[in-house]
């Protein structure tokens, strides 16, 4: 198993431009998150879902979007780019049906370093 | 949500035992307590986790206390790869919003001295 997966490994952007960051897990996990963490400081989150095609807004949700057409990815998105969106942004899963497991035992990707100039 | 607290940093000689310390006073009684460390420049990784009794698994143990607002991760052999910050999170499983959400703080920065 791969695990947590996460696409580009690192970025960077000048304001106003866009990107999407790619999470995949192959855990067969019900649950996906995304989380940011600025230098010093813990994880944030940003959206989550509980589901295929369901999403929900986190701490700091501004100037993101998220998407889960599938089961197991789960799509960041940044329409327009700032420079306070300068961070590591972390992706996280948890909970199958089949093989259980807690809610919030969460299993984390590697992380993407975005830098926007 | 509950509070914690933990220590800023931590130091340890390599292959001794280590003490992490934290305090949640204001724990609710279903929430469950979490422990996840970050290695450098990686994601957090979850490490152990308990209600009221204390546990073992391969990786560390957990000691709560019996009023439950506070508790100790122990690392019973410290090695340079357990240098990482360590994390003590409150968390409720169930489907309700925000039961499911962890919330970071610092945590405790931890370096293991050769």
């Known amino acids: 198993n791969a695990g947590v997966t996460q696409t580009p490994k690192f970025r960077v952007l000048k304001t106003g431009q866009s990107m999407t960051l790619l999470c995949a897990q192959d855990?067969?996990?019900?649950?996906m998150y995304w989380y940011r963490q600025d230098p010093g400081m813990g994880l944030r989150l940003i959206h989550y879902?509980?589901?295929?095609?369901?999403?929900a807004k986190g701490e700091v949700p501004d100037g993101y979007n998220v998407s889960r057409l599938k089961k197991q990815n789960f799509l960041l998105g940044l329409e327009s780019a700032a420079p306070s969106q300068t961070s590591v942004y972390f992706c996280?899963?948890?909970?199958?049906?089949?093989?259980?497991?807690?809610?919030?035992?969460?299993?984390f990707g590697p992380g993407t370093r975005l830098t926007v100039l | 949500d509950a509070k914690t607290t933990q220590p800023n940093s931590m130091e340890s000689n390599e292959e001794e035992p280590v003490h992490l310390p934290c305090n949640h006073s204001?724990?609710?009684?279903?929430?469950?307590i979490h422990w996840y460390r970050q290695l450098p420049s990686q994601g957090p990784e979850y490490v152990i986790h308990g209600l009221t009794s204390n546990v073992n698994n391969r990786m560390a143990s957990l000691a709560i206390a019996e009023d439950r607002k506070s508790s100790t991760l122990i690392l019973h052999r410290a090695t340079l790869r357990d240098a990482a910050v360590y994390y003590c999170i409150p968390g409720r499983e169930g489907s309700g919003a925000g039961s499911y959400q962890l919330t970071f703080g610092k945590g405790t920065k931890l370096s293991v001295i050769p």
């Open positions: 996280a899963s948890s909970y199958s049906r089949n093989s259980g497991g807690r809610t919030d035992t969460q299993y």
């Open positions: 204001t724990i609710s009684g279903t929430d469950y």
């Open positions: 879902s509980v589901g295929e095609g369901t999403t």
């Open positions: 855990m067969n996990h019900e649950y």
